[in-house]
């Protein structure tokens, strides 16, 4: 069976979240952890996260994730925006443990100037400094475009990135379609081939959620703009092959394109009579 779903506003609550993402046939979302700016989060109340879990339950919502302000840099040349980062992530990842076992997606930064090597330096190092051997969130780092200095859009940056960090276990991957199809993986003629680089350099075993994108630009654009399924460069039919891919079975799909809940209903079905 098909894990879909898409982005959902925070702003009611997760009970909210829970039950738009059933109207709309989905059994997984992706949610802000607060303003996408990085503004201070929204007080939990106890009783709607209490409320989502059984709901959850009956329903096999069974993994979500959080995505933190994409406006995050952790690896800024600027230390106040790092220590930003690290405040805004370490307080995120504590948050999510009022809802175990769930998943905490975020870019890993662009290094402006600094060159990729030290931005792996920078994000390994924030990386070891609020993972905590207790938590049970698993960190996802997505795939990046490429788009100015972001770090990311090369499978062996992110291999690097977790090869620095000591708690290994607790790290995952994003995979976006735009985004690597932007940084010049050819998902749309050479899918196998992107999935054994995957393979090879990261281990399918670390991918947890994939974006759902179609890509407004072509191959290797670096641009970052999202399209609705069908309506970019990637297309209907390697979207389709993606989603069926055998090697990409059991993986959990959140749509990001530009939709409002209607078509992310539709975008929905569609995935769904793919499968
Ligand atoms: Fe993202
Ligand atoms: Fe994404
Ligand atoms: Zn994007």
């Avoid at 046939?25 to 989502?52: C, I, M, S, Y």
């Avoid at 690896?75 to 106040?80: D, E, F, H, P, V």
């Avoid at 076992?101 to 090597?117: D, M």
Wanted: aromatic share 8%; charged share 20%; with cysteine.
């Amino acid at each position: 069976m098909i894990h879909i779903g898409c982005h959902l506003s925070s702003s009611e609550g997760y009970y909210h979240m829970g039950q738009t993402a059933l109207e709309l046939g989905a059994d997984t979302f992706q949610f802000f952890t607060r303003n996408p700016r990085g503004g201070k989060a929204k007080e939990l109340d106890p009783a709607d996260v209490q409320h989502f879990q059984q709901l959850a339950a009956e329903h096999q919502l069974t993994q979500i994730l959080a995505h933190a302000p994409y406006t995050l840099n952790p690896c800024s040349a600027t230390a106040k925006t790092r220590e930003f980062a690290h405040l805004v992530m370490a307080d995120d990842l504590q948050r999510l443990e009022a809802t175990p076992r769930q998943f905490y997606n975020f870019h890993p930064g662009s290094h402006t100037g600094q060159g990729v090597a030290q931005g792996i330096t920078l994000i390994t190092a924030l990386l070891n400094a609020i993972l905590k051997p207790e938590q049970t969130t698993t960190v996802l780092l997505e795939t990046m475009a490429g788009k100015g200095s972001e770090v990311g859009s090369h499978f062996e940056e992110l291999a690097a990135i977790i090869g620095g960090v000591r708690l290994q276990e607790k790290l995952g991957i994003c995979l976006d379609t735009c985004h690597i199809f932007d940084a010049g993986y050819d998902i749309v003629s050479d899918l196998d081939g992107v999935l054994a680089d995957f393979d090879r350099i990261l281990g399918l075993d670390r991918l947890k959620f994939i974006h759902l994108n179609d890509s407004l630009y072509g191959l290797g654009s670096h641009k970052d703009r999202h399209a609705c399924l069908g309506q970019g460069k990637i297309g209907l039919a390697a979207l389709r092959q993606l989603v069926r891919h055998p090697r990409l079975r059991e993986k959990y799909f959140v749509l990001e394109t530009p939709n409002d809940l209607e078509g992310y209903r539709r975008e929905i079905a569609l995935v769904h009579s793919w499968c």
